[in-house]
């Protein structure tokens, strides 16, 4: 009898919550992977991540997130899509660079711990007010990163429009051995519908072991 009653609950409980994460990441969240290394390290050659396209165009892109960009996000641009850091957005002044080699943002030099080891914050000057609708991006691998610093002769002042922006990226998802969120990338929607889930495959499974598990009779279970 309680076998009866468990059992469907497991099953039903553990479907509601496999379907519902399914239906999100399905939703919002597509698979891409890294063509090059100005991400390094927090982005490595070949791993695939996972992005938010509900992000493209620039929907709540903020500093500091990771970004996917069309391949003509900058002038003369072609080939594989792009990702960068951002660093400012409308309205931001960008400058390079303080006496400790950091971007300054808004008077604030940035903490960028990310940054590839051993790799300067960048050796090129600039003072960029960043226009409404566009970003400042910067490549983690400063030395062989092209981007917003690569551009700055052109009328954006080496900023990006917002159009460019296709998604944004959340987490790296292969290999295993670097599965994880990274850092700029959390999103709260990305990891309850991850975890719901797995929380409906472990409801699923565990519905299955008790479905299995032998029946014990009354007169058995009361027998002294």
Known sequence: MLKSRIVPALTMIGALLFASGAVVLALYYRPYRVAGPSMMNTLHVNDRMIADISAAGGNGVRRGDLVLLAPDAFVGGDGDNVVKRVIGVGGDR?????AEHRVVVNGHPLAEDYLYPGSAGTETPFDVTVPDGRLFVLGDHRAVSM????????????????????????????PLSRLGEIPGGADPRYLLAG????????????????????RVSRSRASRP
Request: hydrophobic residues 55%; proline residues 4%; glycine residues 10%.
């Open 94 to 98: 960008v400058v390079c660079c303080d």
């Open 147 to 174: 981007d917003s610093r690569a551009h700055l002769g052109d009328s954006g002042r080496g900023t990006v429009p917002l159009s460019a922006v296709l998604a944004r990226v959340v987490a790296v998802v292969y």
């Open 195 to 214: 975890d719901a889930v797995l929380a409906g495959l472990g409801l699923l499974a565990l519905a299955a072991v008790v479905l299995k598990l032998p």
